[in-house]
């Protein structure tokens, strides 16, 4: 049984103090924040809108179905939005419910009783406007306490993407200017792969790879045939372990991760707390105050620069304002954008940042839905292997308009997908059959299926867009966001070319095709919400410059996904903590010069 270290004690936050910066947001862009800050040596207030959950003793990472009382699931009383539900209603989907509690579509998985204090309740937390399956994590570490784990890099296919192609923008950077970033996230944190020397995935600094199983393999060697690749998942867990960090623990490889919503309770796998925000903590620099939901950033009349942030205490319902030499927000793509429309003042009249009116537009994400379940002949019967002990299953990259120009859609797709055998053989449920003749074919099946399912950018657009809807507040008495925003002909072109390849890929490996999906998931499945405050050289097109720091107002930084120039198909964590980085050495060397 491994040790759990306790996390630090906090440090009560001073009010009367005016602190050299204040972050908002506890997840991976508020964590790397915390680290860069606390690592100059600077004084800072950590704002969390969530409580601090004891998360060890949430996940029961190794509990077994058995053990639980309704196996895994959460109780009768509450309820996750389903496919069905998000595809016919519009949002607030906990409106008018019978339910006790409401969450998104991920509480359907298995194992929801184990994330049920993670997610937000969507009957506390509405938003409105065209349908969006919309899912939150307000708690300490916010999404990292779950997070899929795959930790990707951007390349210039996607930060010159405009250059290549002539759609929307190139991003102010290139990948030379945050491969430097990229490379220490990748040795502060641990990030487990196997180099494949390609210029549009580059290769992190990786410690030991996860094994691929023998469909795996399978699919591999033929993809190579291809010019495609296959590679084990790029998984944002440390595998080979971190000296430097007390709180985490290599990875043990228990299988765990893929059972539930997710989450480790050992922290091999990244999670904010332990991974950033503890070890900030232990500098004596950083003071965490949870449960305080901000509403706005306050701004001084006489200079128009942001003064501090105001925010409810989320339990007893109390304002108060915390002050601060420069502000950083981190509150996730959507909210951070719904801080800055919230936060209206005469110097700032369309909201703080937003002289150019671009805050809450340019919203881009991934597309998914496309799927495809194969079963390999040669593995039926075979004995079962434990293949699910490990954090993830393989990633195939991207292989569209790279030298090629698709006729009928831009930019690319990558795939996420595993084989072998899980604890549970899921099959079953859809295995026709009873008796001893069913066990027996559940049984020989179970290590033969292999499955995977797209990823594709979304185009930026201006006109797919948040905002403030004044007619609808949520729990704290805070206007929620309204969306604006669905998917075009770019994203259902490549849908089909997704669907179509998939099934090519696996028909040419001799894997045998069980089902296959070519309809699209309701606009923000994949959790990978990006824009809506975009960084950029123009002031009049972007509310950013490349530090991620406001063109309107020098000491207000935002460092999450919303800066984001374009989508890429790349899940999206490892960039939005690279750039944190990269953009808070830079405010701690403008505030040292006295420039913010
Ligand atoms: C199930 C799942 C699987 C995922 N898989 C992957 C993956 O494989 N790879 C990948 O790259 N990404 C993945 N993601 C996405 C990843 O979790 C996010 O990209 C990442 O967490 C974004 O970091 P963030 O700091 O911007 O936002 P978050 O992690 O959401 O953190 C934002 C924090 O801000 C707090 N907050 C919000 N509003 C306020 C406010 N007004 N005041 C104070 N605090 C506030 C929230 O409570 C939260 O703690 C996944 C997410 C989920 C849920
Ligand atoms: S497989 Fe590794 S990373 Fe995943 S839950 Fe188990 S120990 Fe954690």
Redesign the pocket.
Known sequence: MLLQIRPPAPKEADLNTVYDAII????????MASHALTSHGLNVLL????RKLDIESELKSMEWPYDHPRRGDMPRDSHAVTLNEYTVRQPPYAKDTQYKHVYSY?QGWTGSDYSKNIVVDEKDNPYTGTKYAW??????????A???????RLSDYDFKGKTRDGYGEDWPISYADIAPYYDKVDLYLGVAGHKENLPWLPDSLFQRTTRLNPSEVMLRQSLKKMNRVLTPYRAGVTTDGLKHNKYRSKCYGRGACNRR??GCDIHAAFD?PTGLIYPAMDTGHLTLRTN????EVTVDPATGKARGVA?VDSVTGKQYEAKGKAVVL????L?SAR?LLLSKSKAHPNGIGNSSGHVGHNFCEHVMGPSILGRVKDLVGKPRTLDDGRPGGFYIPRYRNLDDRQPKFLRGYGFEGGGGTGMVPGRAFSTPGFGADFKKTVRDEAGAFIHMGGFGEVLSRYESSVSIDPDVKDRWGIPVLKFNYSFGDNEKQMALDMAATGKEMFEAAGIEVIHSDADILTEGWS??ELGTARMGGDPKTSVLNQFQQSHDVKNLFVV??SSHVSASCQ????T?MALAWRSCDHLADELGKGNL
């Open positions: 908002v947001g506890s997840g991976a862009a508020g964590g704002l969390e809108a969530g991920v899912v939150r994590a307000r708690l300490l570490g916010g999404k990292t779950i997070w899929g784990r795959l930790a990707l919503a997710g904010s305080s939901t901000a509403y925010f981190a509150a996730s793509t909210e801080l959790i990978h999450d996904g899940n999206p964590t490892w939005i």
